[in-house]
């Protein structure tokens, strides 16, 4: 079975500075994806990036990236020029190979974003 | 294109009432799953399908049964509902065109068992 772990409950960052989430995971598998989900006050889950484990490149969106470490299994997410939409719950997940993308998330980080 | 919807949006039951969840995507979409998001934690599948006609057990499926008569529906039931099971429900759905792809979200579904 494979867990992730996000061990910061809650970060703030100041309007247009970076801010780097951390996530964890432990799995046996040599082959996944990874991904990072953003859920704002309305409560709708949004995907913000996705990686392939196979992929030794860091996925990039826009002002997003992730910092993937697959030899230490981490896996963070940075965000460049934060803006106020950034505030919101992020949830790091994790899906092995197979049929069906079964995730198991982490608890959670609630982002503050101040002016 | 509404992706993923989720009926009701909100409900309370009494303890040992039964009540259906409903999913519908219209994205044709091969794959669809249920979570439970309760708080402090992230969210744990309940159950999930593969196609129509098929479903499978998730991380913490007891108390829950599921059924996917159609392709593009995905229900959830609660036979006889408990306290326990007070939570916020997710719809998913995703391709099987590419491994690993992105799962689209319902709005979910706050339940509440008194």
């Known amino acids: 079975a494979q867990t992730v772990t996000q061990s910061q409950p809650e970060m703030s960052v100041q309007e247009a500075e970076t801010v780097t989430l951390s996530c964890t995971y432990d799995?046996?598998?040599?082959?996944?994806?990874l991904f990072w989900y953003k859920q704002p006050p309305s409560r709708q889950m949004i995907l913000v990036i996705r990686?392939?484990?196979?992929?030794?490149q860091n996925a990039t969106e826009n002002r997003f990236s992730v910092n993937f470490q697959k030899a230490a299994k981490s896996f963070s997410l940075k965000i460049s020029d934060s803006q106020l939409g950034d505030a919101a719950m992020y949830f790091c997940?994790?899906?092995?190979?197979?049929?069906?993308?079964?995730?198991?998330f982490g608890t959670g980080t609630r982002l503050q974003v101040t002016l | 294109n509404a992706g993923v919807t989720q009926t009701p949006k909100f409900r309370v039951l009494k303890t040992g009432q039964s009540m259906t969840l409903l999913c519908a995507q219209d994205?044709?979409?091969?794959?669809m799953y249920w979570y439970r998001q309760d708080p402090g934690m992230g969210l744990r599948l309940i159950h999930y399908s593969v196609g129509e006609g098929t479903t499978a057990k998730g991380e913490v499926p007891d108390g829950y049964n599921v059924s996917r008569l159609k392709k593009q529906n995905f229900l959830l039931g609660l036979e006889s509902a408990a306290p326990s099971q007070t939570s916020v429900y997710f719809c998913a759905s995703s391709s099987a065109m590419r491994q690993g792809d992105e799962q689209f979200f319902g709005p979910g579904t706050r339940l509440t068992v008194l």
């Open positions: 994205m044709n979409h091969e794959y």
């Open positions: 997940a994790f899906a092995p190979t197979g049929t069906a993308s079964k995730l198991t």
């Open positions: 990686q392939e484990a196979y992929k030794q």
């Open positions: 799995t046996s598998e040599s082959d996944y994806y």
